[in-house]
């Protein structure tokens, strides 16, 4: 399986954008989604995750109700959609892809990275007025 993400940039604080990760190789239907993101000098956190199977969501605290996860298995893309964004949401943004069928617990989330196998190259996104 390849990830490849897409849609970064630079946007004004309040703004939006939306993040897709395209996959190859492997059906993303058979796959938990997650997406992490790793800011200067921070260590890398997840921030969203979807299941493979019933479509359930869990979401980092500070990201809940500004961020969505969403998946197309027709398309095998992943999209993040970020509104709202913050100067705190800069970071290298990564797709990544787990075998499992279940999301960690939203207390486990963010430091869950070990659990996934398949990673994306990143892709920047820098909230800056």
């Known amino acids: 399986l390849q990830l490849v993400e897409s849609g970064g940039g630079l946007v004004q604080p309040g703004g939006s954008l939306t993040l897709s990760c395209a996959a190859s190789g492997l059906p993303l239907e058979y796959f938990t989604m997650a997406w992490f993101r790793q800011a200067p000098g921070k260590e890398r956190e997840g921030i969203a995750c979807?299941?493979?199977?019933?479509?359930?969501?869990v979401y980092l605290g500070s990201v809940k109700d500004r961020f969505t996860i969403s998946r197309d298995n027709a398309k095998n893309t992943v999209t993040l959609q970020m509104n709202s964004l913050k100067p705190d949401d800069t970071a290298v943004y990564y797709c990544?892809?787990?075998?499992?069928?279940?999301?960690?617990?939203?207390?486990?989330?963010?430091?869950?990275?070990?659990?996934?196998?398949?990673w994306g190259q990143g892709t920047q996104v820098t909230v800056s007025s």
């Open positions: 990544s892809a787990d075998y499992r069928s279940f999301c960690p617990t939203p207390g486990e989330l963010p430091n869950s990275g070990h659990e996934y196998d398949f």
């Open positions: 979807r299941t493979s199977r019933t479509d359930k969501t």
